[in-house]
T-cell receptor, first 117, second 115 residues
Framework: DARVTQTPRHKVTEMGQEVTMRCQPI?????VFWYRQTMMQGLELLAY????????DSGMPKDRFSAEMPDATLATLKIQPSEPRDSAVYFC???????????????FGQGTRLTVV | AQSVAQPEDQVNVAEGNPLTVKCTYS??????LFWYVQYPNRGLQFLLK??????LVKGSYGFEAEFNKSQTSFHLKKPSALVSDSALYFC?????????????FGTGTRLQVTL
């Protein structure tokens, strides 16, 4: 049963610490999304990759957030330094076909619940 | 820029009654449209999509949605609601012009089905 895997599921950290969230997309999927979900803002797109290349990271605070895909099986989202306002659930999603064609839906991981104290 | 609007924060329905969750969209080209459902402490699960063809699409758990190009809407429907349908529902859009496109979500609508 193919699925998107995110680690860790929960993370509590102190303000100022570095946080790294990891995502293993579904094998064969060439698009990867990072979303942040909060009660106030809903689902916000942070970054979007196709074939490991970043296509859109305009939703991501550049001074502290960074997103990379070191290889096709791993996407990372890093926050350094973390702040209490970064507390949220971070979702990774992957999809096939670059967003076109019939197989275009994205599949979501279970999310990483981040709490910065 | 593409966008999605879900005008209702919450929809309340009695079990057995039909339900509708509303969604309107805005894209510069032709849209791909999606509905996702989120249960507490879970990720989003894909329900159904409209790509092309028949305006009425059927998806998981008895849900269906109707694409209306003139009204730029893609409302989610189910003929008979179940208590277990209670969850957060998201509409999403991709603009298929260009080589690839991001997936933009609405703010979500909480569906509450009661006995």
């Amino acid at each position: 049963d193919a699925r998107v895997t995110q680690t860790p599921r929960h993370k509590v950290t102190e303000m100022g610490q570095e946080v790294t969230m990891r995502c293993q997309p579904i094998l064969g999927h060439n698009t990867v999304f990072w979303y942040r979900q909060t009660m106030m803002q809903g689902l916000e797109l942070l970054a979007y990759f196709r074939n490991r290349a970043p296509l859109d990271d305009s939703g991501m605070p550049k001074d502290r957030f960074s997103a990379e895909m070191p290889d096709a099986t791993l996407a990372t989202l890093k926050i350094q330094p973390s702040e209490p306002r970064d507390s949220a659930v971070y979702f990774c999603a992957s999809g096939p076909d670059g967003g076109r064609g019939m197989n275009t839906e994205a599949f979501f991981g279970q999310g990483t619940r981040l709490t910065v104290v | 820029a593409q966008s999605v609007a879900q005008p209702e924060d919450q929809v309340n329905v009695a079990e057995g009654n039909p339900l509708t969750v509303k969604c309107t969209y805005s894209v510069s080209g032709n849209p791909y449209l999606f509905w996702y459902v989120q249960y507490p402490n879970r990720g989003l699960q894909f329900l159904l999509k409209y790509i092309t063809g028949d305006n009425l699409v059927k998806g998981s758990y008895g849900f269906e949605a109707e694409f209306n190009k003139s009204q730029t809407s893609f409302h989610l429907k189910k003929p008979s609601a179940l208590v277990s349908d209670s969850a957060l529902y998201f509409c999403a859009v991709r603009d298929i012009t260009g080589t690839a496109s991001k997936l933009t979500f609405g703010t979500g609508t909480r569906l509450q089905v009661t006995l």
